[in-house]
């Protein structure tokens, strides 16, 4: 079956869905000093009333909280455009360095208001460099873009990508400076004046490589008002010819507000508009909303995970077949041949793969090994659509096949993972083990938010035992707000929901567990790392994670340039009482991972398994690694 690809991109629709009624979009009119001013305190507010890392920022990065307030002001006063104010309150954030704190402004959906600027590309990292992933359509078969999938851009305007990307810490400080450059990078070439400004020059200058040609290139920029360009594709989409034959090359009909089709030598191309996160995932607006802002439906432990919305060109699929393991791995990871699929891992994929060993040709003896199975599986998010009870249930139904077919080595993918549920988590993580699971401490903001969210569960909990235990937080939460404290002390992360947490007695025995992580690893990723690392439940290799050590919550908005702010509003804790907040986890066995982004981190899977053949794998080859 042909899949076609999907280009998303974040609507102004969607983004006004997203943020509620009562979000307005930036103003027409520029800002007066007492506008400005006025938006900053609501901003300072927010910090002080609920941000939970405060005086933690202040010591990890030196600077006085005061005093930055007072240089914003300074400097928010000398600005004399939106734009250059709306880069000082991006500044001011940005220093916190946190990757659940940002401020935002929603785009209106009329003209004037916002633009984008690109080069016609989308790409992601690969190290220092941006691989070319996609070129964005072009009506028409006679293109002459010298550009191609696959290519590699080295350099902006005469400037390494990696320097260029950095730059773009002021708009949002992700904390990790690896994070940094792979969110970063993909975003020099796709700007939207409201997120990340516009080009200073009319012109794009490229370095370019492409097998062993190296050249420079110079592209123009183009610039097209947000609105206008969104129009145009629905417009030029509902011009076209109602009866298309395959040989025809025009724009198809449109697929509801938001959809355009064009069909092309190549075959139909189908243009989708919606949100995607910081991982380039697509969201549901109602889903985002519901676990970014208190109110109905909020479930605060439902809401670390990371949470920048942003507007992008996204490959969602490729063109083409697909092979049928491909499919089961969501098209994210490619199926190693002689591969098994496991047929009740549907939410998580998983396969189980025979990783003996063959004789070296050197050796004398020249017998095989016995054979020994391993399994994989891509833990992807930690906000499925399925029920949690549903996923978790699903999960120990998988450790019970792997158990049942022999396989005691397990690789866990977390790549790309970008947070969800703090309870789905634990609950996994206890799933790996027989035994009870040490869970990470809790600290929280004491603002009327967290007081609230406690008060409301010791009314309405199911039971009396737990609106007990949810009360005597409560009362300390309480206690704490009336003593003026700012952060309250350590509780145990099952606070959150208690006797959830029962080990998984179906196992026969451990797993002997390999995480793999990346930077882009935020959030319940970094927790769930955590716990596993600190369990003696996981070898963790890969690149350290994100270090987004919290929940974040959504505020909505300042009173003249309307900016919402996400917020972190709790900290969590490891085993030795190290923040998971700008720390994340460090692997034991370190691997660039963004250096294998164009191979499906395949060769990042690979040294797992090799990890697992210990040190014969250094002398032996792995029968598993042709992959179709």
Known sequence: MSRTPLLGLFSVFAAAALLGPGCSPAPRRTLSSEEKLADLRWVYSQFGENYAPLDLKQQTHGFEYEELKRQTDELALATSSNTAFYEVVYGFVARFKDAHTVASLAPSGL??????????????????????????????????????????????????LKERALE????????????????????????????????????????????DRTWTLTLPWVVRDLSEYQVELAQAAQEAPEDESEEEDDEAAVKGRD?????????????RLGLVDANG????????????????????????????RSMRWKVIGEEGERAEGDVALKGMRELPEFALPIAAAKTFPAYIVNIALEADEDDEDEKRAAPRL???????????????DAVVKEFKATLKVLQAMGVKDLVIDLINNGGGSLLLGMRLAQALSKEAVQMPTMRFAVNEGWVDDFERLSLTAPSDPEKELYRRVFRRLLADAQAGKRLSDPFPAESLQPFLLDPNLELDGKFNVTLL?????????????????DNGLATVLGARTMGAGGNV????????????????????????????????????????????????????????????????????????????
């Not at 959809?259 to 243009?271: A, D, F, N, Q, W």
């Not at 970014?292 to 605060?300: D, E, N, S």
């Not at 319940?524 to 955590?530: K, R």
């Open 553 to 628: 919550v959504m505020h909505l908005e300042a009173p003249n340039a309307h900016f919402v702010l996400n917020q972190t509003e709790s900290l969590v804790f490891r085993k030795d009482g190290t923040p998971v907040e700008n720390n994340g986890v460090t692997p034991e066995v370190a691997v660039s991972v963004n250096e294998h982004v164009d191979a499906l981190y395949t060769p990042v899977r690979d040294k797992a398994f090799k990890l697992i053949l210990g040190d014969a794998g250094t002398r032996r080859a792995l029968r598993f690694l042709s992959v179709r």
């Open 111 to 160: 003209p004037g208001r916002e633009f984008i600027a690109h080069l016609g590309i989308s790409g992601v990292r690969k190290g220092s460099r941006l691989v070319v992933r996609d070129i964005l359509p072009r009506k028409g078969t006679g293109s002459l873009f010298p550009l191609q999938k696959g290519d590699e851009i080295l350099e902006l305007d005469g400037v390494g």
């Open 259 to 271: 959809r355009v089709s064009v069909r092309g030598p190549g075959g139909e191309l189908e243009y």
């Open 281 to 308: 995932a697509e969201l549901s607006p109602s889903l985002l909303a519901r676990r970014a802002m208190r109110g109905p439906g909020f479930r605060f432990w439902d809401s670390f995970m990371l949470l920048k």
């Open 517 to 533: 992580v990346n930077e882009m690893c935020a959030s319940m990723c970094d927790i769930f790392s955590g716990i596993l690392q």
């Open 168 to 211: 773009f810490r002021r708009y949002w400080d992700l904390g990790n400076e690896e994070a940094n450059l792979t969110y970063h990078m993909p975003r020099l070439f796709e700007r939207l004046s409201l997120e990340n400004g516009q080009p200073e020059k009319a012109d794009a200058v490229l370095k370019v490589k492409r097998g």
């Open 374 to 388: 391993a399994a994989y599986l891509l833990l992807d998010s930690f906000s499925p659509s399925e029920e949690e």
